[in-house]
């Protein structure tokens, strides 16, 4: 179980929503609440989108509670939209590639939760994949591999949260048909550079808990409440997915 | 608060007491249970003795129970007498070099614990370090300083033994004329590649905690007991070391 | 183009080879002679068989002259098989999933060349590998890939070299039907923990340099002589094999 | 001998200097031209102005070529002020914290050369440091200890030109008091956030090559021409430094 967070709206350093609040991501790297797994110590990520079309990507296997460049990069970084992960692995390895968020071209996507009995489902879902993102494979995680199917779709011209969820009943569907008991979960974000989706799912009644937040600036997507403020942050019912853009908060579910 | 584990005894794989025990020390980076920190992964480190006079040292930035390395090594090399410590930062930075055990020439040094208002008398304590120990100083951390310190006084032929505690008197001295209030906490293990010290000492009644535990094959010197069974460890009371060799344990308090 | 060196011979420590000689592998590493890239400093791996079954492996990021733990461990690991290997990336990415040797059970692996086309060709590939090394992909290189259809040949009975060459003559057909004009180009070790097998093979007429040297306690492979006596280094002509074991050297060709 | 990039003018992006050029600090980091040490491959680091006064700073001990956060930000971030650096060890080890640029505060430094006989002159030099800056040190290397001793002067309200200048004639001093042989030799960057300074000074007649270039938006310091055009670049002479600001480039020598 993985957390993370998302920023859209006014540009504003990083450190405001990844570092500073009481329970910043960074905190919830060292001591996590709403998850079974306390410590989310490997590695972490940050996307940012600028004036360019490609966001930028920090990606690091170290914890983020340790990494000065973090810090550094979030105190001097100002984004309006941008996306903060920290990792506690359930497969992949250790390694930058299979840090969050994950970046092609002008996408960023990033993932709490997994796909049950992974191993077993794993080929089938690649075989599913167009040549040129079969080749843009770069570690070993389901949560790549979610990301590189969704895109796959929004690359035919299918609206990208339609894409995403599409993605979700087709791999749930092929689990059920390999007899896979393990769960399917899965809270994430994807974000184009202009408008922020963020989904909570899953197979069983156990989704990945996910937040929206309001400040005065912006918007937050977050696996927890950055900050105890009980009207500020509003639960993702479940099989929900919400798009964040700058009209405001639409809930689908 | 870091976690520590020294062994001496028949020649054994470090995983045996590494990895493998229910509360291993790789377990113990994830969730320590006689710490105010419970969360040790700003690196660790592993040292062993083999047929050379100069003992093998591997030290990492990432948490311990991440690295790939670190289980392989612990699984392949074999030693009668090997250090192995996770790390919670308590000031110097997450480097390599301020990673424990530290090595000079064929002395090995871990410890859990602190020099209390470290920052204001650092300068003073190096001033005490001999030109040579002086220039092999590689990190920013106050244990590397007490070992460098210890050495200075080995070198002059006083025991081991002595000399750590010679350190730490004079250094609770210099901390007391200062006006510096925190206290000075010890939990630390030396070797010379034949027989193992270890120190327990605080300047105030809380010592970090330290056990010596008793294998068929050898003996343990750790933070907290490896296992539950409640007959083969003994807490060391505050302000004792013990010298564990081939003769077994002695306990000076 | 990468570089590398095995050992099979009487227990030596690994630094005798991969460290000390005038043109050791870590120099190598700096500044090789015969190759296009002088530089390998995309990161490095050692993999070594001791009692156990299952060798020992040490893989890292950083270019292995500048890696302490590198020295450390060659300095106190004594082996009598043994691998090394220092990357130039030709694709893949850095992390360490994706440096070499790689182990899978008790065999290592490790190559110096490349699939020319590799982004076409991969999914072919990797549809021929069976469930289980398909599941065991961690890294995005060609070598694992290689490395993987190797084992699933072997793992029915082939003996390992014409597994190997099997998988270089399929995959140059391959390429070939899918109008790849890059070469295919190797040379690479494989072990079980018993014997040494080294392949030099290329589908255009510049195969990777590949050199078995003769000392008095064993016999080394290598990218490049690691010394200039000129008698006791032999080229191996292209598309050769050899075999290194307990009762020398075969060469196949 | 490392090598490295200062730039001040018109807010760009980091890449348009440190990757993009035919002869980039990324490429020079692969192949230098003009340096003994062909390779600077230790670790690299890129320090940044935006609107707050501290700079940012992101350090790495892995070749620059092959960091792909590197790359990442400097095609983000955009900057009027900024320091890139590669660096080719000459003493203190691989880690981050002794990688270039250093910050305190808004100061940014970053220094190719080396103090010689270091470890002898060492201690003489920490001793001159007022308490703060002393426990300011986070590493091990000469290049921290100069950028600190001129700080100390600075802080007492010397100029930076002078400060670092009297840092230089002072250690020089030292070093002959002492009876040390090798030289001290000297090319070096310091910013406060608003002009750019660099120093190009040895004692003996052998400095380190540094240049100033002329872009139509701002000007770069740099170790080495970043491209071929012989008219935009301007070697320094020895015993020479420029002062880089909005009003455009003075030297003095």
């Not at 092609?104 to 009995?117: A, D, E, T, Y």
């Not at 309001?214 to 977050?222: E, F, K, L, P």
């Amino acid at each position: 179980m993985c957390r993370f967070v998302a920023y859209l709206g006014e540009p504003i350093y990083l450190d405001t929503v990844v570092c500073t609040p009481r329970h910043s991501l960074v905190r919830q790297a060292l001591k996590a609440e709403e998850a079974h797994t306390v410590t989310n110590g490997d590695g972490f990520g940050v996307g940012w989108y600028g004036d360019r079309t490609e966001p930028g990507v920090y990606r690091e296997v170290m914890p983020a509670w340790s990494d000065e460049n973090l810090l550094a990069l979030c105190a001097t970084v100002r984004s309006g939209l941008f996306f903060a992960h920290v990792r506690a692995a359930t497969g992949g390895g250790i390694a930058r590639t299979n840090c969050h968020p994950f970046r092609h071209g002008k996408w960023l996507f990033m993932h709490n939760g997994q796909i049950g009995g992974y191993a077993g489902v794993r080929r089938a879902l690649e075989a599913q994949l167009p040549e040129r993102l079969y080749a843009a494979r770069r570690g070993a995680t389901d949560s790549e591999l979610l990301f590189l199917l969704a895109l796959a779709r929004i690359e035919t011209g299918v609206p990208p949260a339609d894409a995403m969820q599409g993605v979700l009943q087709d791999t749930q569907a092929l689990m059920t048909g390999l007899g896979i008991a393990e769960p399917l979960r899965f809270a994430a974000a994807l974000s184009d550079g202009r408008q922020l989706l963020a989904f909570r799912f899953a197979s069983d009644d156990r989704p990945p808990s996910l937040y929206v937040g309001r400040r005065a600036d912006g918007h937050i997507v977050a696996s927890e409440p950055l900050d105890g403020s009980p009207d500020a942050w509003q639960g993702l019912p479940a099989s929900s997915w919400v798009r964040v853009d700058e009209d405001g908060v639409t809930l689908h579910s």
